[in-house]
């Protein structure tokens, strides 16, 4: 009985459904192996009508090994640097006083 949109997942769409595992945790035996693994993953997922909805999943979860949504570990580690760093530079700045600069209060109060 085929799923109504509600039921669907966005995994149920992934083109790599049935692919060797392997291929998606490459396990290269040298830098070079290893890249070309990684590509051969990588140009699955450039056709996967998915990947956005698979890297969304992968950063949230902190997906630790595999190609995910075309994204390498290290990639992904880069990419979750890169999105918190904004975040860390709102903070307002606190002097040594503890006076908050008025850029910052109003910053703050946004
Ligand atoms: S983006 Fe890549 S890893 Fe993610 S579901 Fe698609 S083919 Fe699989």
């Known amino acids: 009985m ?10 149920d769409h992934a083109i790599c459904r049935g692919a060797d595992p392997d291929l998606f945790f490459p396990i290269g035996y040298t ?6 693994q990684q590509r051969a993953a990588k140009a699955i997922c450039a ?6 909805d698979c890297l ?3 950063l949230r979860v902190g997906e630790p090994d595999g190609i995910w949504g075309g994204t390498t570990p290290e990639e992904r580690r880069y990419l ?10 709102r903070l307002p ?3 040594v006083r503890g006076d908050v600069p ?5 910053a703050s109060a946004a």
């Open 102 to 106: 008025e850029a910052d209060q109003a």
């Open 56 to 58: 969304s999943w992968a």
């Open 2 to 11: 085929p799923k109504t949109p509600d039921e669907e997942h966005w995994t």
């Open 80 to 89: 979750r640097r890169s999105t918190e760093a904004p975040a860390r530079r």
């Open 93 to 95: 700045v606190i002097t």
């Open 47 to 52: 056709n996967c009508p998915v990947t956005a």
């Open 31 to 36: 830098a070079e192996v290893l890249q070309e």
